[in-house]
């Protein structure tokens, strides 16, 4: 069965730093770009991230441009998404995703089980 388990969310200052990671079986990293979507209460679920698998492009929402970056290891098959300057409408849950056409969600295949970020005093 092919899994996208995350890890490193929590409780965070605004201000702070947070490190999400996500592992990735084989088949989902040789076969799809991975990213990140996040849902915050109240809200529709949105784009945060990509990274192509292929070329290596990567894809910011405007809300996080110059505070995150996406990245991989493909021999630890881990993606990261390491978030600066947090703010506290970054809070949300954040979903790992393995997607077929760049960070489009109906394109989105497979999806962890979501990591809950909290940017608060």
């Known amino acids: 069965q092919e899994q996208l388990v995350e890890s490193g969310g929590g409780l965070v200052q605004p201000g702070g730093s947070l490190r999400l990671s996500c592992v990735a079986s084989?088949?989902?990293?040789?076969?799809?770009?991975i990213g990140w979507f996040r849902q915050a209460p109240g809200k529709e679920r949105e784009a945060v991230s990509c990274?192509?698998?292929?070329?290596?492009?990567?894809y910011y929402a405007d809300s996080v441009k110059g505070r995150f970056t996406i990245s991989g290891d493909n021999a630890k098959r881990t993606a990261y998404l390491q978030m600066n300057s947090m703010k506290p409408e970054d809070t949300g849950v954040y979903f790992c995703?393995?997607?077929?056409?760049?960070?489009?969600?109906?394109?989105?295949?497979?999806w962890g089980q979501g990591v809950q970020v909290t940017v608060s005093q």
């Open positions: 995703v393995a997607v077929s056409d760049y960070c489009i969600e109906q394109d989105v295949e497979y």
């Open positions: 990274i192509s698998g292929s070329d290596g492009r990567t």
């Open positions: 084989r088949f989902i990293l040789d076969s799809y770009d």
